[in-house]
């Protein structure tokens, strides 16, 4: 008899969220029968909870907006670049029924970065102060980045970014939006901003051209400021780009098996095209 596993993505909107895509793809293509994936629709209050109400077929959780921080409250034990960026996007169950928190956000980061051909030396500027910020922050670190500015609505929020930059060697600057068209003739720019945030500077921004410019959304896709970089000759990163690369880690993570990549990336595509 098969035994039942279940895994899921947290956040709120969650409606649009192809993960159970990904992850179903890859439950079937690696032979997984008996393992399922679902969206739960949950704000960062309501977290802890939820989480404590999962039964023991509960493999593990990929957390999203906005509860990447209310995940490490709910952790028995945290990794490493989780603690350093303040923010878990994977909670992981473990055998004696307590959660590990993981961030798979960083990893996927440098991957998709170093694909789209960025290398050490490079300056980055992040738009947004939350937790997917941080993890953006913190792969500008491992990349090696020259430096780092952080454009945020609330100047006060760029100060909780400070100790990523820190933990991972990285001089960081702080700007206020106000200024943020001003910084976005960097080497990468990375969007962290909810749907929506970023659009007015589509218009204003006098991109550089080849430069990488990454927006962590991907629905609707392209977003106005993608479409703006990709017209001005900028090399184009998109949210789904970072979504199959970090569910990869968070699939290996829940499972215990190597994730069969193309599938998950194939049903990703599908997906998209529908």
Known sequence: MTTARRAGVLGKPIAHSLSPVIHNAGYAAAG????????????????????????????????????????????????????????????????????????????????????AGVRPGATVTVLGAGGTARAAVAAAGRLDAREVTVVARRMAATEDIRPVARAVDVPMRAAAWDDAAAHLDADVVISTVPKGGADPLAVTAAWRPGSVVFDALYDPWPTPLAASAEAAGCRIVSGLDLLLAQAVGQFEHFTGVAAPRAAMAAALAAARAT
């Open 32 to 115: 997984l029968t008996g393992w399922s994936y679902t969206r739960i629709e949950c704000a960062a209050a309501e977290l802890p909870a939820l989480v404590a109400g999962l039964g023991p077929e509960w493999a593990g959780l990929s957390v999203t907006m906005p509860g990447k921080e209310a995940a490490l409250a709910v952790a028995a034990e945290v990794s490493p670049v989780a603690a350093a960026v303040g923010a878990a996007n994977t909670l992981v169950r473990r055998p004696d029924g307590s959660w590990y928190a993981d961030n798979t956000d960083v990893v996927g980061m440098v991957e998709v970065l170093t694909d």
